[in-house]
């Protein structure tokens, strides 16, 4: 049963999507420069689990811009507003 939660296609729910849509590139930028809480951070690590993304080795202050950045060209994501995760 675990194996099955676990092994789903995250895709998160209409309020959540639709509450995505208001972060803009801007908000992405700051989220990026500022310096953040370790509960801010393990939210994004775990983003990193749920996209099947090593985090590991990356230093705190890069965990979300090396998301943002790195891992969304990789996946051909634009921003968080358009988060169709592959």
């Not at 729910?13 to 509960?39: D, H, M, P, V, Y």
């Not at 099947?52 to 811009?65: Q, R, T």
């Given at each position: 049963?675990?194996?099955?939660?676990?092994?789903?296609?995250?895709?998160?729910?209409?309020?959540?999507?639709?509450?995505?849509?208001?972060?803009?590139?801007?908000?992405?930028?700051?989220?990026?420069?500022?310096?953040?809480?370790?509960?801010?951070?393990?939210?994004?690590?775990?983003?990193?689990?749920?996209?099947?993304?090593?985090?590991?080795?990356?230093?705190?202050?890069?965990?979300?811009?090396?998301?943002?950045?790195?891992?969304?060209?990789?996946?051909?994501?634009?921003?968080?507003s358009k988060?169709?995760l592959k």
């Amino acid at each position: 049963m675990v194996d099955n939660q676990v092994n789903k296609v995250f895709a998160p729910s209409k309020t959540a999507s639709n509450g995505l849509n208001f972060i803009t590139r801007e908000e992405e930028n700051n989220l990026i420069k500022k310096e953040q809480q370790n509960e801010v951070l393990n939210i994004f690590r775990s983003i990193y689990i749920i996209i099947n993304e090593s985090y590991e080795g990356i230093p705190s202050n890069k965990i979300i811009e090396n998301l943002l950045i790195g891992i969304f060209q990789k996946r051909k994501i634009e921003n968080l507003s358009k988060h169709k995760l592959k």
